[in-house]
C-alpha cells in the first residue's frame, strides 16, 4: 500500500478509534495539550519494542504538555499479536501511560501517508504537522544515540522556535497492511 505522507504544516487527519481503554479516541479530546504526537506502532515489530521504553520515558517527560498517542494499524489477520487483545494485554503488561488505538480499517494510517511502525507524527498546538520521522539515530542502542531528533523537535516547539531537523526517514517495520 502506497499512500502520500502528510508534508509539514498540514493539519492532523481526523479519526475515531477505539483505545484500549473500550473508549472511542478523537483528535479533539487532546485539544489541551500544547503538542500532539502520533506514533505508529504495533505489538510484533522488534524497532517498536526497542523504543518502547524511550517513548514512554517521552510521555512521562512531557506529561504536561504533550500527548503520546500510539495507533495500531497492522492486519491482525496476518499478524495475531497485533489483535486488539493482545494490544490490551501489552498495554497492561507494559504498563502504557499512553494512549494505545486500534485502526482497523487502516484509513488513519492511509490518511497520514504512514508506512512503517515505528513512525513518529508530531503535531503544533494549531494542530499542524512540525516534525515527521524517525525518533532518533540508534534504534539498537539507546546509549549511543547522537541525535535525539523527535526529543529536540520538541524541545523547539515548547520554545517556540523552528524545528530544526523536521523529517528524518523512518526505519523500522512496514505497516502489514490488508
Request: glycine residues 6%; proline residues 3%.
Amino acid at each position: 500500500m502506497i499512500s502520500t505522507p502528510l508534508k509539514l504544516g498540514q493539519s492532523i487527519p481526523g479519526f475515531e478509534l477505539k483505545g484500549v481503554d473500550n473508549n472511542i479516541h478523537t483528535v479533539a479530546l487532546f485539544e489541551n495539550y500544547e503538542l500532539l504526537l502520533i506514533v505508529f506502532s504495533c505489538n510484533h515489530c522488534p524497532y517498536v519494542k526497542a523504543y518502547e521504553g524511550r517513548i514512554k520515558d517521552l510521555q512521562s517527560r512531557y506529561r504536561d504538555g504533550m500527548q503520546v498517542v500510539a495507533i495500531n494499524s497492522n492486519d491482525s489477520g496476518k499478524y495475531h499479536e497485533d489483535s486488539f487483545e493482545n494490544m490490551k494485554n501489552r498495554a497492561r503488561d507494559e504498563k502504557f501511560k499512553f494512549v494505545y488505538l486500534i485502526d482497523e480499517t487502516q484509513e488513519t494510517a492511509k490518511a497520514f501517508g504512514a508506512s512503517h511502525t515505528p513512525e513518529f507524527y508530531l503535531f503544533n498546538k494549531e494542530r499542524k504537522l512540525v516534525y515527521r520521522g524517525k525518533f532518533d539515530d540508534n534504534w539498537k542502542e539507546p546509549e549511543k544515540v547522537t541525535n535525539n531528533y523527535l526529543i529536540e523537535a520538541i524541545d523547539e516547539v515548547l520554545a517556540d522556535k523552528q524545528v530544526s531537523v523536521p523529517e528524518t526517514f523512518s526505519i523500522g517495520c512496514t505497516i502489514k497492511w490488508k
